[in-house]
């Protein structure tokens, strides 16, 4: 409780509340009102979470801190929130990053302002909510109402492509989820109507309708996360969004597709998750080597990223169905680590592209030279990117290697090929960016970072490191949850 | 102080070094900043003393300093292993390091990334020291990332130059390939043992030693699988054949982390890993032969090469490389005491002569070419005569420390029965001839005969590819006028220059290396090699018996030194030395004439093997080649284009042709109405 309020509900409702209010500051004309009360809403929309793991029971994998009101009586629909070691890690990074965003635009976005920083601060609220629900249409809301905000950041603030990518982007999530929605009504049918996400857990279901549910969640989740072969839509989204939308994408929205795999499609249908494993893995094997490759000739450095960005997902889902601890939790180390590393990434060609005007790898080299403090953060990130130990990038990529290795050989030996094509791309296009000598005049012109740049690299480079030489404290809140969904996972919800 | 305390100062006092320097340099300064790095570096050595003194005393640790994960039933932790091997290796690398950052005020006094290169190679001794001190494989993969990224920074430490940011990918990503080897060994050795610590799996891993499993359709035993994995990981940190190829391209970077990074420690660092294993390695002959034979070609074939080097640097780089094969070959042979004991007189040795190297390109004023080198001697004396010890040393002249080291190689191979050991055995043989032989062709060519420099460069310096490199880095940077300059400028002396030697900052390291060099050899090779100096810290299976043979036939260091005059590797050294003096002092026009007689040799040679180039084509270009491929056939046209954007346009399509149906006419409705109707009686009366 915070100030006799429930902790879930004011992480939800808080950032929407600011939210709206900074849209009230109305026009550009209020600007630095509207900075400054959305950096006020995102401060406190964070602190806000931080009971959540203070007060965080590990020894069990119960629900926790839950709110269960009514919502809808008509079909037994409740304001049901929760969280257990599974989703608690994700509202706290989703509220941080909102602090990050919020600074990132700061100077940057320069028209409609207070709209820019209110979707922010009320997407922020929104995916809160994914990861707080335990009632199947609430999350279902708030998993639909999470492409709003996005769709206008990216179709208002974006590049000159914007619409197409808008378009794609909406389509492709849209079309995914509508299948999911038909599931959830099937099982809300065959539970005797509950809707609560609990009860399906616990629901025997027969095999051919497991693995009707298990595809249907696959749609919305698979081209959430996204996994091969529903990935298009990310690197055209990533490249047209701006800075802030980026990073959000990279560091959240992927997070709720990987997040759904644990919450519904396992525990739900966990004869027909193991029946489809050697699918699953499959396919993420494709996204580690196939997208590692496609991302090393990219010649944009947001497409790069992008692509990175899928093919370190693709451990996550790897981890996921290799069904062994290692590979679960280093699976949901990883995106954590990810969201760091990917939003650092998009911050610093976001610092680049601030300058520039341009995401060409081709269009920089020798930036060193003129940004030396903004070179060394860019290399620590890099090198996360790559997997260093002692970035919080390898914990992820080493758990899952050494879980893929009980699983079989040569799934491990697929992922570590990651340890390859993952420094070729980063460092590649690193050295073509910062080494060298001078290539143009636009590099000739640049200006190190900020205090506000340094500020929020600082904090990125601060986390990355603490993660990488002490994961401990992230991986503790998730023991209990992982232990159970595992056992869970393992006994089979045929009828008898 | 508590002895804890001491392991704790060890590895830290340098990261507080480094992140001092490489944080706050810019406050510190410059003078400010060496004397914090020096410092800790100085504390990590007086540390590194007392824990040698509290080892040899009997004591023991290992333990974990922290928890850093607990997965499942699993903890994984940042620990300590402290007994003989580890605190040999920790003083080499300390009082190696130590020496290196006394000389880089010398070497480094005009480069404005002074402080960054400080923070550097101090952060390269916290690493070193992590990997080496490590109780557990977590670490030990920590450690070795870790100096592989500092590696990385340092070689491309001139950011400028096309050639040490090519040099510094390639370095970076070769190790990598090592390291996709060295990760899928320690993703084995968790499956098999349950857990990373040394002391839980050296102690199951006889009980394991015949476990099998399928692996490709063969059934592969599983403690081989294990051990041959973990080497490929230090085939590409100890830069053995074939992943050796980023080894002589390192030398872009500053002559210090020449000799601190690639010549006496992280390059060590696959030896030791191997070493710390021998419980492991012991129990596998398949392995065993694997690492031998992988050194000897590494030994031998490398040293080739070094032969026809005219950059002083490459030389020494190729006879790294030729060395670490000698080490390797002696753990391939289970002599583990001997491989340890030649990395350590080859670290002071080796350092020496890079330091030397760095010496000598100061008083050349940056040209590294030995062709426009000689009768430096003169000019130099000091850094002459501790070059002269350092190749005696690596050639293996008698009482040199280098002698005892790799005689005993030598002697363990020639006893050795393992599969492949007389052809590991011709090659460590043959070896110390092409040692000896470029060892002083570059002695030669640099310290005596005809004073060559301060003329105009020869016509064909430019066809040095490094160099020609360079000049092209230059031409760039003057375009610029660039802060760099002072490393850009053209190198060499201006015509009546001469050399002269250089400051004590970087004199007095060469006298302190040489000092080791000349003579820890003859202290250290009783006690460490049968003096039972390692204890347990390496096991020794009793089928190779290696090492208690080679004690039979041990009677003292002096003795050992005397019987050599009689035998065969001494006297293909004095042959080496012999004719490299007959070639280059006397008859500088045989050479010439062997190279045009035998071209294709010398084109080979030249090529390195053909290695890079098949690595740039095969490889990167194939990587290249199939993103391009993919990126644009799988991923654009057919994915997006066909799938994505085709089932969009296709929906476009469908629903441009339902709007035409649906015209707004009252008769288009009713005729299609009536059809419908005929259709579904039709229909109807089929079925019925």
């Known amino acids: 409780m915070i100030f006799g309020l429930p902790v879930i509900s004011v992480t939800i409702w808080l950032p929407i509340i600011f939210g709206i209010l900074v849209l009230a500051t109305g026009n550009d004309k209020n600007a630095p009102l509207a900075r400054v009360l959305s950096l006020v809403g995102s401060v406190l929309g964070f602190l806000v979470t931080l009971p959540l793991y203070t007060g965080f029971d590990r020894t069990t994998s119960n629900m926790q801190f839950v709110e269960l009101h009514d919502w809808i009586t008509r079909f037994n629909i409740h304001y049901h929130l929760g969280v257990d070691g599974i989703s608690m890690l994700f509202i706290l990074l989703n509220s941080f990053f909102t602090v990050i965003v919020v600074l990132a635009g700061w ?89 609560e996400i609990l009860d399906f857990h616990q629901m025997a279901i027969p095999m051919s309708a497991q693995i009707y549910i298990f595809i249907a969640f696959f749609m919305a989740f698979a081209v959430k996360v996204p996994m091969f072969p529903v990935h298009t839509w990310l690197p055209d989204a990533h490249v047209e969004a701006p800075t802030g939308g980026s990073v959000v994408l990279a560091a959240l929205m992927l997070k709720v597709g990987a997040y759904g795999f644990l919450r519904f499609s396992m525990p739900i249908a966990p004869d027909a998750s193991h029946k489809l494993a050697g699918v699953m893995i499959a396919l993420s094997m494709i ?81 060193v030279h003129k940004m030396p403090v903004f070179a060394a953060f860019f290399m620590l990130f890099a090198m996360a990117n790559s997997g260093l130990p002692g970035t919080s990038a390898f914990v992820g990529e080493f758990m899952v290697i050494m879980g893929a290795m009980k699983a079989n050989f040569w799934f491990a030996f697929g992922a570590a090929t990651t340890l390859i094509f993952g420094a070729a791309y980063t460092l590649w296009m690193y050295k073509r960016v910062i080494f060298g000598t001078i290539s143009n005049h636009h590099v000739e012109e640049l200006t190190d970072l900020n205090k506000r740049e340094f500020f929020i690299m600082a904090i990125l480079a601060i986390m990355v490191l603490a993660m990488g030489l002490y994961p401990m404290p992230f991986s503790e809140v998730l023991h209990a949850s992982v232990n159970d969904l595992l056992i869970h996972v393992a006994h089979s919800k045929l009828p008898l | 102080m508590d002895i804890q305390t001491y ?15 490489g944080l706050f340099g810019k406050w510190l300064g410059r003078k400010m900043s060496h004397r914090i790095t020096i410092a800790m570096v100085g504390v990590a050595f007086y540390s590194a003393v007392q824990i040698f003194l509290d080892v040899m005393n009997g004591h023991q640790f290992t333990g974990p300093v922290y928890t850093w994960l607990v997965s499942g039933d699993t903890s994984f932790h940042v620990g300590f292993l402290i007994d003989r091997l580890t605190v040999t290796m920790m003083l080499v ?329 007389s052809f590991a055995y011709f090659s460590v043989v043959a070896g110390v001839f092409v040692t000896a032989f470029y060892s002083f062709r570059m002695y030669f060519l640099v310290f005596h005969g005809e004073e060559r420099f301060g003329k105009a460069h020869a016509a064909d310096h430019h066809d040095d590819h490094a160099h020609a490199d360079d000049h092209h880095a230059d031409a760039h940077d003057d375009h610029h006028g660039d802060a760099h300059d002072d490393h850009a400028h053209h190198h060499g002396l201006a015509p009546g220059q001469k050399p002269h030697e250089t400051p004590w900052v970087v004199w007095l390291p060469l006298v302190l290396l040489a000092i080791p060099s000349a003579i820890v050899g003859y202290i250290a090779i009783e006690p460490m090699l049968f003096g039972g100096y390692f204890k347990d810290a390496i096991y020794i299976s009793e089928h190779h018996e290696v090492m208690a043979e ?77 993103s391009t491929f993919l990126s644009k056939y799988a991923d654009r046209f057919l994915i997006d284009g066909m799938i994505v954007n085709g089932s969009a346009n296709m929906v476009g399509k469908i629903s441009g042709v339902v709007r035409k149906v649906q015209s707004g006419y009252i008769y288009h409705y009713a005729f299609t109405m009536i059809v419908g109707v005929f259709i579904l009686l039709t229909i109807r009366n089929w079925f019925a």
């Open chain 1, 287 to 367: 996204a580690i080597i196939y997208i590692g490759l496609v991302a090393l000739m990219q010649s944009d450095m947001k497409k790069l990223v992008a692509y990175s960005s899928i093919s370190h997902m693709g451990f996550v889902t790897l981890g996921f169905f290799i069904f062994n601890a290692y590979g679960m939790e280093g699976a949901l180390l990883q995106m954590i680590s990810h969201g760091f590393v990917a939003g650092a990434l998009f911050l610093c060609i976001g610092v680049l592209y601030d300058r520039v005007h341009s995401r060409q790898i081709a269009d920089y080299g020798g930036v």
């Open chain 2, 550 to 626: 080679l004690h039979e036939e041990f009677h003292g260091a002096f003795a050992m030194a005397m019987h050599s005059f009689t035998s065969l590797p001494f006297w293909l050294a004095l042959a080496g030395v012999a004719s490299s003096a007959f070639f280059y002092l006397k008859r500088p026009d045989i050479p010439a004439a062997i190279q045009k007689r035998f071209q294709w040799i010398y084109t080979v040679l030249e090529n390195k093997y053909y290695f890079d180039r098949f690595n740039d084509w095969f490889y990167a270009g194939g990587a290249r080649g199939a």
């Open chain 2, 93 to 421: 690398v300390t009082s190696v390091s130590l020496m290196v950052h006394i000389y880089t005020i010398g070497y480094m006094s005009e480069d404005p990334g002074y402080q960054r290169f400080f923070s550097y190679i101090s952060l390269f001794t916290f690493s070193m020291l992590m990997l080496v001190m490590s109780d557990n494989f977590m670490q030990l993969f920590f450690g070795w990332e870790a100096v592989g990224l500092v590696s990385y920074l340092l070689i491309g430490f001139w950011y400028d130059r096309p050639t040490a940011i090519y040099a510094n990918l390639k370095a970076f990503l070769v190790n990598r390939v090592g390291d996709f080897g060295f990760i899928l060994g320690i993703a084995l050795v968790l499956m098999v043992f349950g857990t990373l610590d040394y002391a839980a799996v050296f102690a199951k891993a006889a009980a394991h030693a015949s476990d099998a499993a399928p692996i490709a359709g063969m059934s592969v035993n599983l403690l081989t699988a294990i051990c041959i994995l973990l080497f490929v990981g230090a085939m590409g940190k100890s830069a053995q054949f074939p992943l050796h190829v980023w080894l002589p391209d390192s030398m872009e970077g500053p002559t210090p982390i020449s000799a601190l990074i690639h010549a006496a420690t992280m390059v060590t660092a696959g030896i030791f890993m191997v070493a710390r294993m021998s419980p492991m390695f012991e129990l596998s002959d398949t392995a065993l032969s694997f690492v031998m034979v992988i050194g000897a070609i590494t030994a031998l074939f490398m040293g080739f090469l070094g032969i026809i080097q005219n950059d002083i640097k490459r030389v020494i780089a190729y006879s790294t490389l030729s060395q670490l094969g000698y080490m390797t070959v002696a753990l391939g042979v289970s002599a583990y005491p001997v491989a340890i004991f030649h990395l350590m007189t080859h670290a002071f040795f080796k350092a020496l002569l890079f330091l030397g190297a760095g010496s000598v390109i100061i008083g050349m004023h940056h040209d590294q070419d030995i062709r426009n080198m000689g009768g430096l001697r003169k000019y130099m004396p000091i850094t002459w005569i501790t070059s002269l010890i350092g190749s005696l040393a690596l050639i293996g002249t008698p009482f040199f420390a280098g002698f005892y080291s790799k005689d005993s190689i030598i002697e363990a191979v020639g006893m050795s029965h393992l599969a492949g050991s």
């Open chain 2, 7 to 21: 392991y704790l100062l060890v590895p830290l006092a340098p990261l507080c070094g480094a992140i001092a320097a």
């Open chain 1, 107 to 195: 100077q940057v976005i320069e028209k409609r302002v207070a709209q820019y920083m209110a979707a922010f601060l009320i997407m922020s609220g929104i995916i809160n909510g994914v990861f707080g629900a335990l009632d199947a249409i609430l999350f279902y809301v708030f998993w639909e109402a999470m492409l709003i905000p996005m769709f206008i950041i990216i179709g208002i603030w974006g590049g000159p492509n914007r619409i197409y990518a808008t378009i794609k982007f909406f389509l492709y999530t849209l079309l995914g989820s509508l299948l999911m929605l038909v599931s959830l009504i099937y099982l809300y049918n065959q539970s005797n109507g509950s809707f």
